[in-house]
Nanobody
């Protein structure tokens, strides 16, 4: 059974850090682009960061550049999102998603596998 499971969410004060994990079961993550999305109440889901399969090129939304870092550990079949200098506007449910890797940098569309989400709440 193909499954993505997110973990690491929680409540943190503004300026704090969290590390989210996305672990796959039922398939190997290595050849897949993996993306993190988030959705806050009343807002549309937005792409936050992605990392490509193969060479692992990364891409970030402007709102998180310089604060978030995406990495992957293929041996652990896991992708991480390190979130530093968190702001209240980062509060959302964070989802990871997977798509088979495509040529070029990863983008925030075309993802067919999704996790159940993990809540991140940043207090001011």
């Amino acid at each position: 059974q193909v499954q993505l499971v997110e973990s690491g969410g929680g409540l943190v004060q503004s300026g704090g850090s969290l590390r989210l994990s996305c672990t796959a079961s039922g398939f190997t993550l290595a050849p897949y682009d993996i993306a993190w999305f988030r959705q806050a109440p009343g807002l549309e889901r937005e792409g936050v960061s992605c990392i490509g399969g193969g060479v692992g090129r990364t891409n970030y939304a402007d709102s998180v550049k310089g604060r978030f870092t995406i990495t992957r550990d293929n041996a652990k079949n896991t992708v991480y999102l390190q979130m530093d200098s968190l702001k209240p506007e980062d509060t959302a449910v964070y989802y990871c998603a997977a798509r088979f890797a495509r040529i070029g940098s990863c983008r925030f569309s075309g993802y067919g596998y999704w996790g159940q989400g993990t809540q991140v709440t940043v207090s001011s």
